[in-house]
């Protein structure tokens, strides 16, 4: 079993800062990209950012330059530092994980449970 727990959403005022944390756990043997996602009501899941096994980041325009991922691939943690906040990146953020189980489970994707994320103008 896989699991991806998150924490660290939360309220936050327009241009304020917030962290979130995803914590992978379980038969892990490998983990490839991690990223987050975020849903607000009435859209598609969008890609906010993804980080590769060899710390290469991206991210969706809208936050690039206040957004930064960072890995720690001995812990199998990703953390999300939102700064400069805006009201738009209100959403539920998910973490999402491409593990490859041990003991012979193969290759698949995990999300976590989601975690809600709030600014207020």
């Known amino acids: 079993q896989v699991q991806l727990v998150e924490s660290g959403g939360g309220l936050a005022q327009a241009g304020g800062s917030l962290r979130l944390s995803c914590a992978a756990s379980?038969?892990?043997?490998?983990?490839?990209?991690m990223a987050w996602y975020r849903q607000v009501p009435g859209k598609q899941r969008e890609l906010v950012a993804r980080?590769?096994?060899?710390?290469?980041?991206d991210y969706v325009d809208s936050v690039r330059g206040r957004f930064t991922l960072s890995r720690d691939n001995a812990k199998n943690t990703i953390d999300l530092q939102m700064n400069s906040l805006k009201p738009e990146d209100t959403g539920v953020y998910f973490c999402?994980?491409?593990?490859?189980?041990?003991?012979?489970?193969?290759?698949?994707?995990?999300w976590g449970q989601g975690t809600q994320v709030t600014v207020s103008s």
């Open positions: 999402f994980a491409d593990i490859v189980t041990a003991g012979f489970g193969g290759r698949n994707n995990f």
């Open positions: 379980g038969s892990i043997f490998s983990i490839f990209d």
């Open positions: 980080i590769t096994n060899l710390d290469a980041a």
